[in-house]
Structures are given as structure tokens and as C-alpha cells.
């Protein structure tokens, strides 16, 4: 399923190299190193595939990014790649997945907003990606999180192995946070390391919970647009502290148990 790329190296010695490591950045490793982890824990990967990339604090043409090769439950802070939008690795042992580089380098070259970008084939997300028509029905509180917040996008042309159709998956998501690829899985956009991962876990657990009510075979009782908008825009009111601190939960849980994921 995963795709070598064979990008080109810039390691010591490069102008660029020495600025790559600030508080910042090293904080940014650690958080997105605690996203993996507890990805893996609760089963949002798919054996080395997927990927979640930020775009490199005080670096805007640069991106963290997953080595090709590690599962989500191996990626430390220290493992994590930086890339340029050219496919060049400018830090980091490895590679990006081709498919990690070609979607995630014009995600954030052509969405600015989108800090960062995280990619899973999860599978009850995934499983809405498949179905015919809206992949939600907007019955379930936790789906309204989404529900002026998501796209849909039609056109599953295959692997994202060139940069052609990492620019229309980026041009697809237009504005928005979420983006249902049809035939393929979810991709979560967001402004902070903290508010993709709390937006990917919820869409899991809203897909999940549809998916369970659709299988009584009962039909779901869907709630208007007017109560539905109003639903989206309260959860969004206080939504970055919220995800901040359920990221700072997942740390927590992590450190205690897995403490190396921040090495």
C-alpha cells in the first residue's frame, strides 16, 4: 500500500540547518509525536501508512512530517522528518511516504490555514467514505462538531503519487477543516497540532456511532439545519482551549506510559 519517495538530503552544513531547532519546533515535535501514539493506541492507523505533517513553527515552506517505514505506534519527536515543499528532507533520518509528500507539501503550499494536515484510513470514517451520497446524516451530537466545517470530495483518483493531484485534493478542501475522500478516507485540516488531533478523534468517534445506529436498521432521526448550524457554532465557541487541553490529556497519558515518544 506505501510508496517510497526518493527525495533529495539537506543535512549539517546547509544555511538553513542550524535555525531548525527552537522551543518551538521542539515542542511541535513533541505534540505531534503524542498524536501518533495515541492514534495507534486507539487504532486510527493502517500498518506504515497515513500521515499527519505541521507546518515548521517560524518556517512556513518547511513541514514535519512521519518517515516512510514506522508504524504510528514507533514515531518519536526525534524521528519526525522536516521537508520542504520541493521534496527535499531537510532534517531527519528516512523519507516521506510519496503518497505523505505529494498530498501534504500542497496542502500546505496552497492552504495556508491548513497548519496542519492529518490522514488516516480509520476505519469507521473511512467506512462513511465508501458509502453513496453525504457520508453523514447529521443524527449524532458529535457529528455536529463538523457540520458547517466539512467537503466532500468525489473525484478518488487513485494513489496521490505526483503533485497534480496533491494540488486538487488541496483545491478540493477549499475551506474547509474536514475533507470525506470518497473511496479513500478523511483528511483533518487545522490551525494548531492540537485542534487536527481533537477533530480526528472526534470524527472517528461520530462515524462510529452512526455506523452503530445504522446497523439496527431503524431509521435515523436527522436534526434540522437551523438546530444543527446553531449545535456546530456553540461547539466551535471555546473549541481551542478545549482541544488544547485534550491534547495535553493525551500527553499526560502518554508520558506515563510511553514516555519515549517525546524523546
Request: charged content about 20%; aromatic content about 8%.
Amino acid at each position: 500500500m506505501a510508496h517510497a519517495f526518493t527525495p533529495g538530503a539537506i543535512r549539517e552544513g546547509s544555511p538553513i540547518y542550524d535555525t531548525l531547532d527552537s522551543a518551538a519546533i521542539r515542542q511541535a515535535r513533541i505534540d505531534l509525536a503524542a498524536c501518533f501514539r495515541m492514534a495507534a493506541r486507539l487504532g486510527l492507523g493502517e500498518g506504515i501508512c497515513n500521515h499527519f505533517s505541521f507546518v515548521l513553527p517560524g518556517h512556513p515552506d518547511l513541514f514535519l512530517v512521519n518517515p516512510f517505514g514506522l508504524a504510528f505506534a514507533e514515531v518519536t519527536a526525534r524521528s519526525l522528518l522536516i521537508c520542504d515543499f520541493h521534496g527535499n528532507v531537510i532534517a531527519g533520518d528516512g523519507r516521506p511516504e510519496a503518497t505523505a509528500f505529494y498530498i501534504h507539501a500542497q496542502l500546505h503550499r496552497l492552504n495556508p490555514r491548513a497548519t496542519a494536515a492529518f490522514h488516516t484510513h480509520m476505519p469507521n470514517a473511512t467506512a462513511l467514505c465508501l458509502l453513496e451520497g453525504a457520508p453523514f446524516v447529521w443524527a449524532g451530537q458529535t457529528a455536529l462538531k463538523f457540520y458547517d466545517r466539512l467537503v466532500v470530495d468525489e473525484d478518488y483518483n487513485g494513489l496521490a503519487l505526483d503533485n497534480a493531484e496533491g494540488e486538487r485534493i488541496a483545491r478540493a478542501a477549499g475551506d474547509a477543516d474536514v475533507v470525506m475522500l470518497k473511496n479513500h478516507g478523511p483528511l483533518v485540516l487545522g490551525p494548531t497540532i492540537a485542534e487536527a488531533w481533537d477533530d480526528l478523534y472526534y470524527l472517528e468517534r461520530a462515524a462510529e456511532v452512526q455506523l452503530k445506529a445504522m446497523s439496527s436498521g431503524r431509521p435515523l432521526k436527522t436534526v434540522p439545519h437551523d438546530v444543527a448550524h446553531a449545535a456546530c457554532q456553540q461547539m466551535l465557541d471555546g473549541n481551542a482551549e478545549s482541544a488544547r487541553l485534550h491534547l495535553e490529556s493525551v500527553k499526560r497519558q502518554l508520558l506515563a506510559s510511553e514516555p519515549a515518544f517525546a524523546e
